[in-house]
């Protein structure tokens, strides 16, 4: 399993890329006291949960289950692929029976009830319909870069990485393969917003800056793109004005200090990226073992 996102009613995807499947799993929460105040955080066999709040709690406290998931544990069930990398990719049909290749990331979109895939080994970025029927978002399954001010479905992708959700219908991909960040938007037209310029510094067009290895990405609500420069050993930011801002790294494979700046703290390679509900950065630095946090 390779990344997770959370789904209406605390349902969560993973990305199970050596499965070429996204599975659901279920839960239900302990019971906690509705007027409780204090953020509680319990860790369960479904990993760690945290919140002021359980998905599903009733007026008495007690939490109830989703739509279809057991009282006694977690339901696991098999939502996109069929198991298999190849032959027709099943676009139009059911998710379940549609072929997957080494998916490495998912996105909840929860104002639409759609959930996005990193289709990487078909080079393509899929999206499931609340009804469960699959089509490609983005990404013709020839993996180059072209394509840039047309239709998203009609362009190529390599081996995208990473998907999130922005503002005002926006979706962003890390397009891993061609060293860049790419939006899509509501009308399903893609751009490049990283990448393709020859230049490793910061502080310039996002557009003239030379990625290496974007994986990991994650968009605020004011539309600000977080990324991982995987192989620069770096978090990048590009603001809404299209500028390149370094948020943590320096350049180096090392593992930096804590409590110092982030930009002066070596993080190594970066394969996921949260924020919280506070907008503080949460970075899974692969390299090193460790989950870090960069202050707002």
Do not use: E
Request: charged content about 10%.
């Amino acid at each position: 399993p390779s990344a997770v996102a959370v789904g209406f009613n605390g349902t969560v995807y993973v990305a199970d890329s050596n499965n070429n499947r996204v599975r659901a799993i279920g839960y239900v929460a302990p019971p906690i006291a509705a007027s409780s105040t204090t953020a509680p955080s319990f860790v369960t066999t479904f990993g760690t949960i945290f919140g002021s709040t359980w998905p599903g709690t009733t007026s008495s406290g007690a939490a109830s289950p989703p739509p279809g998931v057991s009282a006694t544990g977690p339901t696991v069930t098999t939502v996109v692929g069929n198991g298999v990398a190849g032959g027709a990719i099943g676009d139009s049909g059911p998710a379940t029976s549609a072929s997957m290749s080494d998916p490495v990331a998912v996105a909840y979109d929860p104002q639409s009830g759609r959930l996005y895939v990193c289709d990487s080994g078909h080079h393509r970025v899929r999206v499931v319909a609340p009804d469960g029927t699959i089509s490609t978002l983005a990404g013709n399954g020839t993996p180059a870069g072209s394509g840039d001010g047309g239709p998203a479905v009609l362009a190529n992708f390599n081996k995208p990485s990473g998907v999130a959700i922005g503002p005002n219908g926006l979706i962003c991909v890390a397009d891993n393969g061609n060293n860049r960040v790419r939006a899509i938007g509501p009308n399903g037209t893609v751009w490049t917003v990283a990448g393709g310029g020859n230049s490793s510094a910061v502080d310039i067009p996002a557009q003239s800056a030379q990625l290496s290895g974007p994986w990991a990405i994650a968009v605020n609500a004011s539309g600000s793109v977080f990324f991982s420069d995987a192989r620069n050993y770096r978090v990048c930011i590009v603001t809404p004005d299209g500028m390149l801002r370094l948020v943590a790294g320096t350049g180096a494979s090392a593992a930096g200090p804590d409590n110092v700046a982030a930009v002066a703290s070596a993080i190594g390679r970066a394969f996921g990226l949260a924020l919280d509900g506070y907008g503080n950065l949460l970075i899974s630095a692969w390299s090193h073992c460790r989950v870090r946090h960069v202050s707002r």
